[in-house]
């Protein structure tokens, strides 16, 4: 079994990558295509992952806290992952059917784009990466989508040359996807034995995958509706904003949310076991790292928005600055529910109290979105998607705080936001100042993260001394 460190450090390099490779594609990618294409691409790749939901049902957290738990058991573990992947692949081939159907009735002037977008789609039925993830065998997979990341950066740039190759990033893109999934079966013979699953030993895992689903599409309601009511309501500039703004976003939180991937199987495994204490300690060490590092990057990344946007996506994107400003306050939340949920009330099977919270934030979301977004088009959805991740939040720490020291979370982590207002106020008053927005950029991230550094680092020596020697030392070294 691997070690969390080792674990976490190759999913630190994966996560590195991805904020490599869209700093690199994102700036090339918005001037091509413009912000209509970086709209059209984002609509129906999110009406093909309502599909692909649909293919997977709750087979991620399901498959990877079942595996988790039988991992020490080959026999068992060969069992679980066939029996799980025969629900997935009837699932998968039901969606599929129903989405090349949707794609043909669809806007007949993006037909085409939707059709590529299936190839999306037919991935659910490849997709194991759970399988690897429940055993903890994070290089494989991690080695496997560095390769893919790699080629498609190479692909982009050698054949998506103007508006008209929307279709042909399109292809790129789902292309990889599929590739990336198809490679992990090449070494299913090594994990696991052929094991033929009856039909009633199928429907054993129908349950837990749809009370498990009911959370996945919850969460897409708030993450990716956003995006079909923008086109609903406004037009696929608008979507394209919001979208790019979102993915600027997804880069810090990335990095933050690899400790939960790493921290599942983990967790699971302990809670098999009945290993109470450990796992506090695992969820009281992470709490403090996450919400180190997205305070940060949430303060940093709003305070260098204004010179970030035009540097990174182009003049045509200045809507983006606002958005980012709004968004940003979300990584901190996300980091702290993902903390949470991936490491108590997924591993403990308390997924009442994980459907109730995003259920929570989806209804949060829509009832903004419907409100906002016919009078502030994106500005609107990015007030919705503050308010719904507000509203999981919150409900999260409420439906865990007899389970877990929450307060004493807070009282740790609050004063981290001292040091993170005075980085953003600093990079207001001074990024103006430069001669240009990429030096402006540059050295905004530079004085800000070595101000937000060096001001948490006095708060921990100073006020608790013991953390910085016990709690992210533990993280590192722990096995």
């Avoid at 692909?155 to 996807?177: H, P």
């Avoid at 959370?215 to 609903?232: E, G």
């Avoid at 997924?351 to 977004?373: K, P, T």
């Avoid at 004085?447 to 001394?465: A, E, F, H, K």
């Amino acid at each position: 079994m691997s070690s969390i460190k080792t674990n976490l450090i190759y999913n630190i390099i994966y996560q590195m990558l991805a904020i490599v490779l869209p700093l690199i594609t994102t700036p090339y990618v918005s001037r091509v295509l413009g912000a209509d294409g970086v709209g059209i691409y984002s609509y129906t790749y999110t009406v093909a992952n309502y599909f692909m939901l649909v293919a997977m049902l709750g087979v991620k957290n399901h498959g990877n806290r079942s595996i988790a738990a039988v991992r020490e058991d080959p026999r068992k573990l060969s069992r679980t992952f066939w029996e799980i992947y025969g629900l997935q692949a009837i699932c998968s081939a039901i969606a599929l059917v129903a989405y090349i159907a949707y794609a043909l009735l669809a806007e007949p002037e993006h037909r085409l784009i939707f059709l590529i977008q299936g190839i999306y789609v037919l991935t659910g039925m490849l997709d194991i990466s759970w399988l690897f993830f429940g055993l903890e065998k994070f290089k494989l997979t991690v080695g496997r989508n560095i390769a893919m990341k790699l080629l498609t950066l190479v692909c982009i740039f050698l054949f998506v040359r103007s508006k008209d190759d929307l279709w042909v990033y399109t292809l790129i893109l789902v292309l990889g996807t599929f590739f990336s999934q198809s490679y992990l079966w090449l070494y299913v013979k090594k994990e696991v034995r052929w094991h033929r699953p009856s039909l009633s030993r199928l429907l054993c895992h129908l349950k837990p995958e749809l009370i498990l689903f009911i959370p996945v599409i919850a969460v897409s309601l708030y993450k990716m509706m956003d995006k079909v009511m923008l086109r609903l309501m406004s037009d696929y500039a608008q979507v394209g904003f919001y979208e790019s703004s979102e993915k600027i976003l997804n880069i810090p939180a990335g990095l933050i949310t690899a400790l939960g991937t790493v921290m599942l199987p983990r967790m699971a495994n302990l809670a098999a076991k009945g290993m109470t204490k450990l796992s506090r300690q695992y969820i009281r060490d992470s709490m403090v790292f996450a919400m180190f590092l997205s305070c940060g990057m949430a303060f940093g990344i709003a305070g260098i928005a204004d010179v970030l946007v035009p540097m990174f996506l182009g003049e045509e994107f200045l809507p983006c600055m606002g958005l980012l400003k709004v968004l940003a306050p979300t990584v901190m939340m996300i980091s702290w529910g993902n903390v949470l949920r991936t490491q108590f009330l997924i591993p403990q099977h308390r997924d009442r109290s994980y459907i109730f919270s995003v259920s929570l934030g989806a209804v949060v979301n829509l009832i903004a979105n419907a409100l906002l977004i016919p009078h502030l088009s994106a500005m609107g959805a990015a007030i919705g998607t503050l308010l719904a991740e507000l509203a999981v939040c919150v409900s999260q720490t409420v439906l865990v705080r007899r389970d877990l020291p929450v307060d004493r979370y807070l009282r740790v982590c609050l004063p981290m936001l001292i040091p993170g207002i005075l980085m953003y106020v600093l990079l207001e008053l001074i990024c103006p100042l430069f001669p240009s927005p990429t030096v402006a950029t540059v050295l905004g991230v530079v004085i800000g993260g070595t101000v937000y550094v060096l001001l948490c680092g006095i708060y921990l020596s100073l006020c608790m001394p013991a953390l910085l020697s016990r709690y992210l030392a533990k993280i590192i070294r722990r096995k």
